[in-house]
């Protein structure tokens, strides 16, 4: 399937009746469109591989217990990660072991539709990503996925900032014209 | 290997065992059966007053494990396994198979033996099978509403 039928809603919809069917072959689809964009939301939100790989197996036995019971399909995607944001925050509660007076923070931490909707512009974004040289793509990937500072970047691929600054520019120039020739997200 | 892709190996093998059908309708069976037992045993307890006072509570320990049994059978089908559509037809026709054979044993043993427990058994058997036809109904509805849907979005997504 292409990348824009695979971020069409619709596909998700497809997706979710089918498993609600019962077709196992359909949980394996499942899986494999929405595991990475799962674990790395959760990595984000754990910042350890290890509590994220905890933490998508939880969300994983949810989602293959509950799918069943999904009332509307079509939200299959802010149904996803809205189990995912409440195992992570109940995770994190249980760590921390906040005060009741912190409870609404960690609420605002994030919205499932929000989520769902930036992992999916996250998943084209990287399989365009994909397509840039190697050097361009992962001075991209830190400064704009990754959120590291000119200088991070430079110290950590130990090249001068403004290489750094070049080989931005290269590949935002390059990133557009791809987006130019396979159209926008 | 990346972590993520590592994870997702791990989950596709979590999935199987817990998409395990023979689970699902093991469950399914365990309910059946101990639904039929209990019934049985019950009307019997119900009924047969004359029985010694050891007996009697024999057959009220065979009714609380019998209903313990299709508690967790219930649990398991509403939090641990639950079932999906196709599912959902297939426990239908063996529900209203297994309660029609049940149903049919309950007349037969009520016009063998006319007693007061064969009676209460049948009522049950009956309501047993009424049930199962209501659920089987509203799985069929269920699932063709399913198929619809399925084959909607299916066409809207090749054009």
């Known amino acids: 399937m292409s990348t824009q039928k695979l971020n069409d809603p619709r596909a998700d919809e497809l997706l979710a009746i089918r498993c609600q069917l019962g077709e196992r072959a359909a949980f394996a689809e499942l899986i494999g469109r929405w595991h990475e964009p799962l674990w790395r939301y959760l990595r984000r939100l754990a910042n350890s591989d290890q509590a994220a790989d905890d933490l998508v197996q939880d969300t994983w036995v949810r989602v293959l217990r509950g799918i069943a019971g999904l009332r509307d399909a079509a939200r299959i995607r802010p149904w996803l990660f809205g189990i995912a944001r409440r195992i992570a925050m109940d995770r994190l509660r249980m760590h921390y072991a906040r005060p009741a007076a912190d409870e609404g923070a960690l609420e605002e931490l994030a919205s499932p539709e929000i989520d769902a909707e930036l992992e999916a512009d996250l998943a084209v974004l990287e399989s365009r990503l994909a397509t840039l040289p190697v050097r361009e793509r992962e001075t991209l990937a830190l400064f704009y996925l990754r959120e590291l500072s000119l200088e991070q970047i430079a110290t950590l691929l130990d090249i001068p900032a403004g290489t750094v600054k070049s080989r931005l520019f290269r590949a935002r120039q390059l990133l557009r014209h791809e987006f130019e020739t396979k159209g926008a997200i | ?159």
């Open chain 2, 1 to 159: 290997m990346k972590p993520e892709a590592r994870s997702m190996q791990k989950i596709q093998g979590l999935a199987g065992a817990e998409l395990s059908l023979k689970a699902r309708l093991g469950y399914v069976g365990l309910l059946l059966v101990s639904a039929a037992l209990t019934t049985v045993v019950v009307a019997l307890w119900l009924t047969e007053l004359s029985l010694p006072v050891r007996a009697q509570l024999a057959f009220g320990a065979m009714s609380v494990i019998g209903t313990c049994w299709m508690a967790l059978a219930v649990w398991a089908l509403g939090a641990r396994r639950p079932l999906f559509a196709r599912d959902r037809v297939v426990a239908g026709r063996m529900a209203v198979t297994f309660s029609a054979v049940f149903a049919a044993g309950c007349v037969a043993a009520t016009i063998v033996s006319g007693g007061a427990a064969s009676y209460g058994a049948l009522a049950t058997s009956v309501a047993m099978l009424t049930t199962a036809i209501a659920t089987l109904a509203s799985a069929r509805r269920r699932f063709a509403e399913l198929v619809a849907r399925r084959q909607e979005l299916e066409a809207q997504l090749r054009a």
